[in-house]
């Protein structure tokens, strides 16, 4: 019998060598905390579908940023649930709504020790859940809904917002934020593009967290899953259109799109591991199926790997907490 020449063994010999040799690394601020705020609400409101995670009161978010501003975490994520709906999704205009009012009370709490984004979309805002306003046909109205998504970017940075995530995938909506930041002044407000996000069924417990009126599908503006190329050709206009930082989404299914991405892009690269995402894990782990903490780092750690700068994830400030824990 031959030995074998080469043995890759070797280097997983110990938990210190494989410490030494591990080429990938998953830090506190590398990730980011989605969270979600209701107006009118008194007490934190779970999410069935979403174990562990809440729709927020006002105080009880200023609570969940201090601690995440605690355990050094990238950035927090702002959704807001209006009590309010209307066609064009008024509230998310508002100065006063449920949104602006969460930034401005984050930002005061945290500073400049975490930073703070918000999504400017406006699906939680419609009456019908769309992320636009919708023309006589009942058609997503693409120019329409720039010029209101302008409006709420400019709201959002003078709420105190550091960046700004524009998810709802409208042709121009980078651009068009961009120079409406510019011309009001925020030069140094940040836009991280949602830039190739896709139409998912996994997005289904999102829409119990911020109670979605949605009915019928996104398929006319969130990518089709079928589509790779398609992914560049988005980040590459979002890239020209100024985006600071560009994002995929989901990301677990779409590990492919995110390598492609992280090798053209020049700018930070960040992937949203969204509520079905979560909720798989959560729910293989309650029934014992899975280790929670193994799978839950293990499937952070791949998003890293695949080429993400910052991941998006419900567990951000569980997994952190674990992460110091072994320091
Ligand atoms: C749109 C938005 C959605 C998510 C983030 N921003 C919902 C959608 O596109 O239907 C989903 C996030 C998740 O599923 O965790 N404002």
Redesign the pocket.
């Known amino acids: 019998m031959s030995f074998p020449a080469q043995r890759p063994r070797r280097l997983r010999t110990s938990p210190a060598m494989r410490r030494l040799t591990a080429e990938t690394s998953l830090e506190a601020r590398h990730l980011i905390l989605?969270a979600f705020v209701r107006e009118g609400l008194s007490e934190p409101n779970p999410i069935t579908s979403m174990p562990g995670v809440v729709q927020h009161t006002r105080d009880t978010l200023k609570a969940a940023a201090a601690e995440a501003a605690e355990l050094g975490l990238g950035g927090i994520m702002l959704?807001g649930i209006p009590e309010q709906r209307d066609a064009v999704g008024s509230a998310g205009m508002d100065p006063q709504g449920v949104l602006n009012q969460a930034i401005s009370d984050v930002r005061a709490e945290v500073g400049d020790d975490l930073i703070v984004m918000s999504?400017v979309?406006l699906?939680?805002f419609t009456d019908h859940g769309h992320?636009g306003v919708l023309d006589d046909a009942g058609r997503v109205d693409n120019d329409a809904t720039l010029e209101i998504y302008a409006e709420m970017a400019v709201q959002q940075a003078a709420a105190g917002a550091h960046v700004l995530g524009p998810?709802?995938m409208m042709d121009g909506q980078v651009a068009v934020i961009r120079q409406a930041l510019d011309a009001a002044g925020w030069t140094d407000t940040v836009v991280l593009a949602?830039a190739a996000?896709y139409a998912?069924a996994?997005?289904?417990?999102?829409?119990e967290?911020?109670d979605?009126q949605?009915k019928g599908d996104?398929r006319t503006y969130?990518m089709d899953a079928a589509n790779r190329r398609e992914a560049v050709r988005e980040v590459e206009l979002d890239l020209a259109e100024g985006a600071d930082m560009v994002m995929v989404?989901?990301a677990m299914s779409y590990l492919d799109i995110l390598s492609d991405v992280a090798a053209l892009s020049d700018v930070p690269v960040s992937a949203?591991q969204?509520?079905?995402e979560?909720a798989m894990i959560e729910a293989a782990a309650a029934n014992g199926w899975i280790d929670r903490r193994a799978a839950i780092t293990e499937s952070v750690l791949g998003i890293r790997r695949a080429g993400a700068d910052t991941v998006l994830t419900?567990a951000a400030t569980e997994l952190a907490g674990w992460l110091t824990e072994g320091k």
């Open positions: 989605p959704f999504d979309c699906d939680e992320c998810s709802g949602y996000k998912s996994f997005y289904g417990p999102f829409r967290a911020v979605s949605l996104r969130q989404k989901p949203y969204i509520s079905g979560y419900y």
